[in-house]
């Protein structure tokens, strides 16, 4: 048994690492990080160098994890900024780094792939152990898994990671019956505002669609990227992604994708994209062309919600961070995070300051967790 690393997730079998994954995660995919290489929205030249670790035997795959070297920190959602300025400061070198995560993807998932039936600990020790001789060897600053499974945190502390604690919100299905019977259980101001909200769309001009899979037609993905566009202009953001990725997974894995496309006058002016595990609805992208009042929330989350519960999907992720979720039903949950530095000063320096860090998350989700808009039932 042993490790070895590829620059290309190309380099092995969609069939073999497809095996691997047991969450039915749709972002640890081979089709959606091919499409991410084939694109080019991930390539050495724009910071992402793939470097993904196998775990073999006798030429079998048993083990791996998505893995890349990275020239910068964008795209990542878990931030450390902070640091890699005080490497600066102190005349360090911060990148390259190395990150373990699914590039521009802020979703928790499993990211150390095991077989069913091999040994799931030792397989992660093995990776883990790998990566950080890699870093060795490459003069890496540091190693980071972001989004990390539960049940991956004990891997990577057992292995000199500390872990980091942020949060985003996410929806929860209560075996609601319809929206109606989940809008039973707000108080009544914040019912009322959503019925309100939804109430100012309802126009025969209006239609909503859902768009599964092969029912996403190739104009509906050229709009969708017009859309797309859109949004990342009016934040000042960066198009991390281009038309050729949103094809490619068109194509390549549309039975966990879901468009909802918004019509006006039979003509769409704008879209969100979904992806969907067996458990989970992720939010991931929204734009239009119009802007109308309520449209975004009636569109990325009252749809959504509603489409969970008529397909009995227990969960919903809607995305990074953002409190407006909160008075829509979307309750704060904490996303951990495992960070290795190769500097014991600063490494020391930065787990004092994760572990004050984590006291204020805990306090600030407390404090969330009081402005709930569902009713009181204790």
């Known amino acids: 048994m042993g ?8 380099e092995v079998s969609r069939q ?36 993904h670790v196998l775990y073999m035997e006798s030429n079998e795959l048993l083990a791996a ?22 490497y600066h400061r102190h005349g360090y070198d911060y990148y390259p780094k190395g990150v373990c995560a699914i590039p521009y993807t802020p979703a928790s998932a499993t990211k150390i792939l095991v077989k069913a039936g091999v040994q799931t600990d030792k397989a ?24 990390l499974a539960q049940t991956e945190l004990t891997a990577w502390t ?7 604690s942020s949060y985003q919100f996410h929806w929860n299905n209560d075996n609601y019956s319809s929206f109606d019977d989940y809008l039973g259980k707000f108080t009544s101001s914040k ?15 209006i239609e909503f669609k859902v ?3 092969a029912e996403i037609s190739e104009q509906n993905w050229r709009d969708f990227y017009r859309f797309y566009k859109n949004t990342i202009r009016l934040h000042g953001a960066m198009a991390y992604l281009n038309l050729d990725f949103f094809l490619s997974i068109g194509r390549s894995m549309p039975d966990q994708i879901m468009l909802i496309a918004v019509y006006l006058n039979q003509r769409n002016i704008a879209s969100a994209l979904f992806f969907e595990s067996h458990s989970t609805l992720f939010g991931r992208y929204w734009g239009c062309d119009i802007e109308i009042n309520n449209l975004h929330f009636e569109t990325c989350y009252y749809q959504a919600i509603d489409y969970c519960i008529k ?52 306090h600030y989700l407390q404090q969330l967790q009081q402005h709930s808009p569902f009713k009181d039932t204790s």
């Open 3 to 10: 490790c070895e690393c590829i620059t290309s997730i190309s």
């Open 16 to 51: 073999d690492w497809n095996a691997l994954i047991r969450d039915h995660s749709p972002f640890t995919r081979h089709e959606f990080l091919a499409a991410l290489e084939l694109s080019n929205s991930v390539n050495p030249d724009n910071g992402w160098l793939p470097h």
């Open 65 to 86: 994890m998505p893995f890349y070297i990275k020239g910068h920190s964008y795209g990542e959602y878990i931030f450390d900024w902070a640091w890699a300025d005080a």
């Open 124 to 147: 992660q020790a093995a990776i883990i152990k790998h990566v950080l001789k890699k870093a060795d060897e490459l003069e890496l600053s540091s190693v980071h898994s972001l989004f």
């Open 158 to 164: 057992a292995q000199q990671f500390t872990s980091r």
């Open 191 to 205: 019912r009322k505002k959503i019925r309100q909200q939804r109430k100012s769309l309802k126009s025969d001009d």
């Open 211 to 213: 768009l599964k899979g």
């Open 311 to 362: 397909n009995r999907i227990q969960y919903f992720e809607a995305g990074a961070q953002g409190e407006h979720k909160l008075s829509r039903g979307l309750l704060p949950v904490k996303i951990l995070s495992a960070h290795w530095l190769n500097h014991p000063q600063f490494y020391q320096a930065i787990k004092d300051h994760i572990e004050i860090e984590g006291d204020h998350v805990e």
